[in-house]
């Protein structure tokens, strides 16, 4: 599971968006998008997805992800 840093969401619709790209990819058991806490929280298969690929995907909907720093 990553908590990865979104900014630009400001509404729920915001969220439903940014979830709804993140669940199309492979290997992603749960998105949780809180625009409040400007923040995606997902648990996925490293596997099958990368977090490259996840920030990719919400950077696609047009809200700024950046890779978390560990």
């Not at 625009?35 to 648990?43: F, H, M, W």
Request: proline share 6%; charged share 20%; aromatic share 6%.
């Amino acid at each position: 599971q990553v908590s990865i840093p979104v900014e630009g969401m400001t509404c729920f619709t915001c969220e439903m968006t940014v979830q709804s790209a993140v669940k199309k990819l492979p290997g992603i058991h749960t998105v949780k998008a809180n625009a409040k806490d400007r923040v995606a929280v997902v648990s996925y298969d490293p596997q099958k997805t990368s977090l490259d690929q996840i920030v990719v995907t919400i950077n696609q909907t047009g809200y700024k992800a950046k890779k978390p720093k560990f």
